[in-house]
T-cell receptor, first 111, second 112 residues
Framework: DAKTTQPPSMDCAEGRAANLPCNHSTISGNEYVYWYRQIHSQGPQYIIHGLKNNETNEMASLIITEDRKSSTLILPHATLRDTAVYYC????????????FGKGTRLHILP | EPEVTQTPSHQVTQMGQEVILRCVPISNHLYFYWYRQILGQKVEFLVSFYNNEISEKSEIFDDQFSVERPDGSNFTLKIRSTKLEDSAMYFCASNRERVEQYFGPGTRLTVT
């Protein structure tokens, strides 16, 4: 079962920052926080992952609290193309570890 | 940018028929996966494959399912005798050591 809790849905205005929260209070010391998204009827797409430090790439930023029990994915300037289901996943970064998807957060970007 | 490809994009079959779903993983990847997503439900892990053998499989992956890497590029999922409840999107994924999994666009399987 998924070890994370996410709100089922969120709205964000186009051009604004989208902040997606995730709780993972039972995370283990060797587990990373991963974020994937799934645009309607497409395959899941990797966004970002981190262990304990904040991370940033061309798609998003990941802010992990100091106790690692929660995190926030930030899409700095949301566009309509960011409308998708966003999955927060905790897992050990093994080479061939399966991904267990939860229900995620359905993000609606409003024009 | 390299990507995982899957064929066909949509497969319609009759109950009891065999289907083979095909995937071409990213060329330097060594670990391969199949997932499925029934309409409106979560993405579910089916099987992982490494070094020409199954690494792990879920309860869904019963004797009706099999996987194969017949050559250096393709990775296939076979369902021997399809059931109505096998109707779903099937996603292939691949990765290499310490790199995130890349997913294909999926094959929509409809069993009538």
């Amino acid at each position: 079962d998924a070890k994370t809790t996410q709100p089922p849905s969120m709205d964000c205005a186009e051009g604004r920052a989208a902040n997606l929260p995730c709780n993972h209070s039972t995370i283990s010391g060797n587990e990373y926080v991963y974020w994937y998204r799934q645009i309607h009827s497409q395959g899941p797409q990797y966004i970002i992952h981190g262990l304990k430090n904040n991370e940033t790439n061309e798609m998003a930023s990941l802010i992990i609290t100091e106790d690692r029990k929660s995190s926030t994915l930030i899409l700095p300037h949301a566009t309509l193309r960011d409308t998708a289901v966003y999955y927060c996943i905790v897992r050990v970064a093994n080479r061939d570890d399966k991904i267990i998807f939860g229900k995620g957060t359905r993000l609606h970007i409003l024009p | 940018e390299p990507e995982v490809t899957q064929t066909p994009s949509h497969q319609v079959t009759q109950m009891g028929q065999e289907v083979i779903l095909r995937c071409v993983p990213i060329s330097n990847h060594l670990y391969f996966y199949w997932y499925r997503q029934i309409l409106g439900q979560k993405v579910e892990f089916l099987v992982s494959f490494y070094n020409n053998e199954i690494s792990e499989k879920s309860e869904i992956f019963d004797d009706q399912f099999s996987v194969e890497r017949p050559d250096g590029s393709n990775f296939t999922l076979k369902i021997r005798s399809t059931k109505l409840e096998d109707s779903a999107m099937y996603f292939c994924a691949s990765n290499r050591e310490r790199v995130e999994q890349y997913f294909g666009p999926g094959t929509r399987l409809t069993v009538t």
